[in-house]
């Protein structure tokens, strides 16, 4: 299911949203499972809104201009779904945002913290207000009063000197409208206070934990209240809070009865005086390390009554969640449930969520990712990993479609390299895109990436080597398991006899090392173990081949999906930058950060060879893109100096087959028309024309003075710009036209902005470009689809229709071809961004 967003009232939906890949922002309470099934969690700048069910980002939510730190939603009492959803951020803000028909907007924004907030929660006092708690590193807790019909009111400010509170948990008194207010800190301690007669006071405060709390969270069962806080001290301990009448609290005089220790303290609402006794309940020892989260299953609703399950959930550092729960006969809190990740090189998760049922739960780790448990519906007491969403935990700086169209890889500055495919579950009308592969797991951020043939591509990072990886047999057989494709007819097309299983990273090492079928570890069914070397007692491999139909879980992306490392390419003197490959996928063009005129130049390499093919020399800083033309023939470079380079490839001779670039045009600094750093370009699909654009927020097109220009190499090509200069209002980073022209024979082209919107243009070639009538413009993303931060990178699919949706028997009916004819008026256009997420949108150029 594609979530459909419209550019305008008036006109139908330009661009569809058909997948958002990302993950969650590494702290703490940063994921919300709402009763209706949608979980929130903060990306970056924005709340993602996603459906575990149907497998997708239903919305974005952008409003924040800091990192979303804390997501929750307001639960209503009646179990009625959530109408409101409160997140905090480090701008220091906080956001209620409220849902209309399934749209969320943002109602009610609150300013007063000085620091970035780090925990939110958020409940119903009445109908229409809700109160807010807030946690921030300014060492205060704050309370706001939010009503429909008004602006924010910070009611409280609690102040804790030189301490932080690391989580805040809101409940109602059981028999009363006060809310009590738990908060836990870095003094180790859980601290209550009651808010009556429009005054906060502290309650108490419970000690026992011996380190940071980290986590509380509060359940009522109608009569009494269970409050659970975990530690840094590895332990969870649950209290009860319940009403005493007068008459309870002097009657403690029996020496006879072990009782637990009771605290005591008075409330007072409307001259009416309660009492109320806290006590603790049990203390959980089961996780080897710091507990980050807790989380009770949410209330069930049994007879029109609610009824709220003593189950607990906990996540820990140690990369296991656990299920707590009373035994029945004997009232004894025992582990009920436990799951969670073995090996890897991963530190253990941040916060856990049980689904609405308690059929599904949830943790998210300190790299991002999003692990999922499924109950098994055959076996009772078993849980199997579930398919979830996965993306970059930090800024995607490059994107590449396969040249088939039918995945893509993206790298970022979270030092990973990641595959995204659409699925079709079984059963299921729709595919959804996943990730299924981590070719490569690296030691320094990328940069760049090039695909060079179906299952090859060159990698670039923060490094001064180029890292060729080609896809393992196990990776094209899983492949295509998941995508539908014939397992012989893609062997075929790569040479499978040499292929190895699959890769693994030596401990200490940066290369991905082929494992072959020999390498894999036989299963041995004597008892003893025999070693013929050391080498054999320390084996290297991790990998485990895997037999996939459906997307893996982090896990196995994390040891199992990587590609082997078959060459490194030497040369340049500093950091890669960027990289590209012609359509031949012959030559791979590379350049790397430059300061001076030596370093900045672009070196050819062979595909075949591997061999380092030439170096062209022109400009004078950071060649910060390249693109070769459709047709090979040329090589265009953009720098920070300003100017473009034109390169053309020479006619080969018996005495150099191999291919060779001349110069064969550039702009100067008299010549240059952008006058600010060139951040992208990109060539027209007939190869006649190129496009530049700038921060300087410029978009030009330029192409040969005679377009009937002969063909000999030796004359200089004379360009100049075709186009009207295009005034784009932002600093256009990223540029891209599509491969297909539109009905007219106009020339379709996406720009990405630094602010994180993309447009869409109709650019016609005339005799004369001044006044700008060549230009149109014809759709942009909206709000909630644009990104928050810069787009990186645009890349259209190198084939028209929606990847996951050709239909690909030979006899087709009539009906069938009709499909595929409204299929090939679809494009799709993949986006990259600094907000660490990858976007595809699909676009209909008959809505155009």
Request: aromatic share 8%; with cysteine.
């Amino acid at each position: 299911m594609c979530t459909t967003t419209s550019t305008s009232n008036m006109a139908a939906a330009v661009f569809e949203t058909c997948h958002v890949a990302c993950c969650a922002n590494r702290t703490p309470n940063v994921v919300s499972w709402s009763r209706t099934g949608i979980i929130a969690f903060g990306t970056c700048h924005s709340v993602a809104l996603y459906d575990p069910q149907e497998r997708e980002v239903v919305a974005l939510l952008n409003g924040h201009t800091g990192r979303v730190n804390a997501v929750q939603w307001v639960h209503r009492k009646d179990y009625a779904p959530e109408c409101f959803l409160v997140s905090g951020g480090s701008d220091n803000r906080l956001i209620l945002w409220e849902g209309q028909n399934g749209k969320f907007s943002q109602a009610v924004e609150c300013k007063g913290h000085t620091g970035p907030i780090c925990a939110v929660d958020a409940i119903y006092t009445k109908d229409s207000e809700i109160l807010v708690a807030s946690s921030a590193s300014d060492s205060t807790v704050r309370l706001w009063l939010c009503s429909e019909t008004s602006e924010a009111e910070c009611l409280h400010s609690l102040s804790f000197g030189s301490g932080f509170m690391m989580d805040v948990s809101l409940v109602l008194l059981p028999g009363s409208r006060v809310p009590v207010l738990a908060c836990g800190g870095d003094d180790s301690r859980v601290h209550l206070y009651v808010r009556a007669n429009g005054e906060l006071k502290k309650a108490m405060t419970l000690q026992g934990h011996e380190d940071w709390v980290r986590g509380v969270a509060w359940a009522s069962t109608g009569v009494e209240l269970l409050l659970a806080s975990c530690s840094q001290d590895s332990l969870i301990r649950v209290w009860k809070l319940c009403a005493k009448s007068r008459s309870d609290t002097g009657a403690g005089d029996d020496h006879t009865v072990i009782r637990m220790k009771e605290d005591i303290f008075e409330v007072e609402e409307k001259e009416v005086s309660f009492m109320y006794a806290v006590t603790l309940e049990t203390v959980l020892a089961g996780h080897e390390n710091w507990v980050y989260g807790v989380h009770w299953q949410p209330p069930l609703l049994k007879g029109g009554e609610l009824q709220q399950p003593l189950r607990l959930l906990s996540a820990s550092m140690d990369k296991t969640m656990i299920i707590w729960a009373p035994e029945e006969g004997s009232g004894v809190w025992v582990e009920q449930v436990r799951v969670g990740e073995v090996g890897g090189n991963t530190l253990g998760f941040y916060g856990c969520q049980m689904s609405p049922d308690g059929s599904m739960i949830l943790a998210h780790a300190f790299h991002g990712a999003l692990h999922l448990w499924c109950k098994d519906r055959d076996k009772e007491e078993e849980w199997r990993p579930g398919v979830v969403i996965s993306g970059h935990f930090n800024a995607v700086q490059d994107l590449s479609w396969d040249p088939e169209g039918e995945f893509i890889l993206s790298v970022g500055s979270d030092q990973t390299t990641r595959l995204f495919t659409p699925w079709r579950k079984r059963g299921s009308k729709q595919a959804t895109w996943h990730e299924i592969s981590r070719p490569q797991i690296h030691g320094y951020d990328m940069q760049c990436l090039a695909m060079v043939g179906r299952f090859q591509f060159v990698s670039g990072a923060d490094e001064k080597v180029l890292r060729v990886f080609q896809a393992p047999r196990n990776f094209v057989e899983n492949f295509a398991n998941i995508s539908g494709t014939s397992k012989e007819k893609l062997l075929a097309s790569s040479d499978c006899a040499s292929l190895p299983e699959g890769a693994s990273t030596p401990a200490l090492g940066l290369s991905n090392k082929a494992v072959f079928q020999g390498d894999l570890a036989p299963k041995t069914d004597e008892g003893e173990e025999r070693f013929n070397s050391a080498s054999d007692q320390y084996q290297e491999s991790y990998f485990h081949p895997l037999n996939l139909t459906e997307p893996p879980p982090e896990d196995h992306l994390l040891q199992n999906t990587l590609w082997p490392e078959v060459q490194k390419l030497y040369g340049h003197g500093f950091e890669m930058f960027c990289l590209a490959s012609d359509s031949s996928r012959t030559v791979v063009a590379s350049a790397c950060k430059a300061s001076k005129a030596e370093h900045a130049a672009v070196l050819l390499w062979s595909t075949a060879s591997w061999r380092q093919l030439q170096m062209l020399p022109c400009h004078t800083l950071t060649v910060t893109q390249m693109a070769f033309s459709p047709d090979s023939l040329l090589l265009l470079a953009v720098s920070r100096d300003r100017t473009w380079s034109l390169w053309r490839r020479n006619q080969a001779t018996p005495e150099s087959p191999e291919p060779q670039f001349s110069l064969c045009a550039h702009t100067g600094k008299d010549t240059a028309v952008h006058s600010r750093i060139i951040w992208s370009c990109g060539w027209s699909p007939d190869s006649r024309y190129f496009v530049t654009s700038s921060r300087d927020k410029k978009v030009i097109v330029w192409g040969p003075y005679r377009p009937d220009s002969s063909e000999d190499s030796a004359t200089p090509l004379q360009i100049k710009p075709c186009s009207s200069i295009l005034d784009v209002g932002d600093s256009a980073t990223a540029v891209a036209f599509c491969p297909s022209l539109c009905a007219d024979n106009s020339y379709l082209l996406a720009v990405g902005l630094e602010r994180g919107g993309i447009r869409l243009y109709r650019w016609r070639p005339g005799q004369e470009p001044a006044g700008g009538d060549d230009w149109s413009s014809c759709g942009e993303t909206t709000a909630s689809q644009s990104h928050t931060l810069a787009v990186k990178r645009l890349r259209w699919r190198p084939t028209a229709g929606r990847a996951g949706r050709e239909n690909k028997e030979d006899g087709q009916t009539d009906g069938e071809c009709e499909v595929e004819d409204e299929e090939s008026s679809w494009v799709q256009l993949a986006s990259a961004g600094a907000d660490h997420s990858v976007k595809i949108f699909n676009i209909n150029k008959r809505a155009l």
